[in-house]
């Protein structure tokens, strides 16, 4: 062992965690044979259990890995991370205590599923419910690595630990449902809000402090470039980014999840005051990427292996292991790798609650309400294996870049979820149609960036406007849906398919 | 109407080319760090603030 307390550490608390998973399932207990149960928790936590949940689900390992690795590489660009997560709270507050209501009142448990209500249209709700699984998928993979980078950073060689740890993450998944991530989730933030809280006083005072950490920086990293004439060059970028990043993020089926499992439209709008706190600690590990810099790391000898395997991702690592006695990196890693865990075990179970209500029953002829558990269980099991084969068998570099394409996917779904929580001007099969626009050229314009850059320059008028592809293509696909809806409202009206009424958007 | 308070945090936040600058620098941190860390309070505060006035009396 390379790292003998910090290993002893890191295991304990896994150890600790495992224990919790596993015990959830008797937590406000509820009967797991009912999909409500297992996979929406029966939809009874309350604001601080939720505050957990989400945070726990939303501010995932790989944001506290890759975040501060991108201000590592890259610079103020990265700091994005902190306008995303500030726009995501007035859009929480705005749409979901709206969906939270209607999905309660016809129990439904997934995003897609409220879009089949709503238009009573259950293809438009595969899409919605597909597009959900396929960005997910990459997603529980980048987690793994994750955590297989801290494994990596304590010198446990190999892929059976990370083996292990999903065999375990399976299986309480499988038995507690949505219980399990809500437990680990309050023993994961604490800390993470202990290592963080830690991390920024003891770092900057053993570098001589915060402005000395910045003048480390080069002086083109420390800020965005200015624009070029004719251009919005860096600006937009940086905003559309945001922006784009803010409106996906809670499409995804795990955070919509977490969301629909809390107990209340006001316990929602709580959480839209308070969660912002997660925020300010996501800028203040940013800048743990600059203090990676400022001290030096990347030229120690003992790191070299570290930054040839895992790039600038090691960055982190490194800088815990170099600042922090051994036993508190062990508590740092163990936050990361609990990190990894709860927003896996979210997601698992959300894309089983989308396969199940959306896929399997609307498709499968002769399935039965009674076995949905059954299923949801057993998919979830699927999700956990295939991103595990995901990582064994895919270089690392593939499952970044089918995240970065999962963000351009699950965008498309804002015009169907979000506007359908306001309006029913839409028609079904426009929205569908919008939907293909939106995937196709947002995959197309990735792929002309050989799937490595997310901004795509537009010339609009002799003006340069580079823009986050996921933003650009989603107004395309809110035009061609909003453009076709006329005509097909006209003649081929679907409003008779809605079984919601307009006193449940109140 | 209370709402137009969420569009303010939206206006804020993006609000690119005010705040990509390095003075004035708080506690050693650029403009362009500390700025965008007190906006995260500042929205926090605003979203309360819609909360109280829209649902404040309900349970």
Known sequence: MAYPAA?????????????????????????????????????????????????????????????PALMFGAGAVGFFALPYTVLIYPILYLVFPKLWKVAHKYGYITGPEFVRGRYGNKHLALAIGLTGIFATMPYIALQLIGMQTVIGALGIPGHVPLILAFTVLAAFTYTSGLRAPAMIAIVKDLL????????????????????????????AKLLLAAPPAGSTGAYSGYATLALGSAMALFLYPHTT???????GPQVIRRNAVLLPAYSIMLGLLALVGYMAVASGVKDMPQFAAGFKQY?????????????????????????????????????????ANIFTRDIYSQFMPGSVASGEAKVAKLFSLVMVAGALVFILVIPTTYAVQLQ????????????????????????GWALLAGWAVGIISATWLVALNHFAGSIWAFHVLGFTLPSYIALATVLLNAVVAAVLSLPMNAFCSDRAGDETRAEDYV | MIKILLLLVFVMVL???????????????????????????VASLLIYIVYRVEHGGEK
């Open chain 2, 15 to 41: 609000a690119v080319p005010f705040y990509n600058r390095l003075t004035p620098a708080l506690f050693g941190f650029p403009f362009f760090y500390w700025f965008q860390i007190a906006l995260v309070p």
């Open chain 1, 257 to 263: 999840t977490g969301i629909l499992s809390s107990s």
């Open chain 1, 311 to 351: 790039g600038t991702s090691f960055a982190v690592p490194a800088l815990v292991l170099e600042a922090f006695p051994g036993w508190f990196a062990g508590v740092a890693f163990g936050a990361i790798a609990i990190g990894a865990l709860v927003p896996a075990a979210i997601m698992a179970i959300a894309s």
């Open chain 1, 404 to 427: 970065l394409l999962g963000g351009m996917w699950i965008i498309q779904t804002f015009p169907a979820i979000v506007f359908s929580v306001f309006t029913r001007f839409f028609n």
């Open chain 1, 192 to 219: 993470i809000y202990l290592t963080v809280i830690v991390a920024v006083i003891v770092i900057p005072a053993e570098l001589g402090g915060f402005g000395a950490v910045f003048a480390k920086i080069a002086p």
């Open chain 1, 7 to 67: 290993t002893l550490v890191f295991l304990a608390l896994i150890a600790v965690v495992i224990v919790l998973g596993f015990t959830a399932a008797r937590w406000n207990a509820g009967n797991l044979e009912h999909i409500e149960e297992w996979g929406l928790g029966g939809r009874r936590f309350g604001t601080w259990v939720s505050w957990f949940l989400i945070g726990g689900d939303a501010y995932t390992a790989y944001t506290f890995i890759a975040i």
